[in-house]
């Protein structure tokens, strides 16, 4: 990726540097108190259901490792989400979902593109008029580019027994350069 010339417009440097590898940025996601179902992809191209009332406090303890089935599974994805009223048709929603239909559904609708979450993410762009006003500072809010979507792919961690022969090798080394030093 270029550089950032600060004589060049925001939105210059995205056409040229980012639209290329993201024709579908994303789009804004729940907001915390919208009661919500959300469909997560993992690194191992396993799909999580789950519900909430605050989507951004849910969404980072997946991405940290708190929650026990997604927790192995890293990186997770958002790909899908819908907005309900109240908690008990967020429930009722999860729970279809959860069904051997509701999921052939979203595994279908996922591989065709046709998620609502993926239908919204078309029109994103950058508002000018739109001001992020932080200590005093005004900066114009950018793009959400998801790199774990376009930029990671999931590779088996090394075997333990390589690691440790590699730290092993590694130790000798240390040790040969510290008797050149000290003899």
Same mark, same amino acid.
């Given at each position: 990726?270029?550089?950032?010339? !600060?004589?060049?417009?925001?939105? !210059?440097?995205?056409? +040229?540097? =980012?639209?290329?590898?993201?024709? *579908?940025?994303?789009?804004? +996601?729940?907001?915390?108190?919208?009661?919500?179902?959300?469909?997560?992809?993992?690194?191992?191209?396993?799909?999580?259901?789950?519900?909430?009332?605050?989507?951004?406090?849910?969404?980072?303890? /997946? $991405?940290?490792?708190?929650?026990?089935?997604?927790?192995?599974?890293?990186?997770?994805?958002?790909? /899908?989400?819908? !907005?309900?009223?109240?908690?008990?048709?967020?429930?009722?929603? $999860? *729970?279809?979902?959860? @069904?051997?239909?509701?999921?052939?559904?979203?595994?279908?609708?996922?591989?065709?593109?046709?998620?609502?979450?993926?239908?919204?993410?078309?029109?994103?762009?950058?508002?000018?008029?739109?001001?992020?006003?932080?200590?005093?500072?005004?900066?114009? =809010?950018?793009?959400?580019?998801?790199?774990? +979507?376009?930029?990671?792919?999931?590779?088996?961690?090394?075997?333990?027994?390589?690691?440790?022969?590699?730290?092993?090798?590694?130790?000798?080394?240390?040790?040969?350069?510290?008797?050149? =030093? @000290? $003899?």
């Amino acid at each position: 990726m270029g550089m950032f010339d !600060t004589t060049e417009g925001v939105e !210059t440097f995205f056409e +040229r540097e =980012v639209k290329p590898h993201v024709p *579908d940025l994303p789009a804004p +996601r729940p907001s915390p108190g919208q009661f919500c179902i959300y469909l997560l992809k993992c690194a191992d191209e396993s799909f999580y259901i789950g519900q909430t009332d605050n989507f951004p406090r849910r969404l980072s303890e /997946h $991405e940290a490792g708190r929650v026990s089935w997604t927790g192995p599974r890293l990186p997770v994805e958002p790909i /899908h989400w819908e !907005t309900f009223n109240t908690r008990e048709e967020a429930v009722k929603r $999860e *729970d279809d979902l959860k @069904t051997g239909f509701g999921r052939q559904w979203l595994k279908r609708e996922y591989a065709a593109g046709r998620l609502k979450a993926a239908l919204r993410q078309a029109g994103a762009r950058i508002d000018a008029d739109k001001r992020d006003e932080k200590d005093g500072k005004v900066g114009i =809010v950018g793009y959400e580019i998801n790199f774990n +979507r376009y930029f990671y792919r999931y590779t088996q961690p090394r075997p333990l027994e390589q690691i440790e022969a590699d730290i092993r090798a590694i130790e000798q080394d240390i040790l040969r350069m510290l008797r050149e =030093v @000290t $003899e």
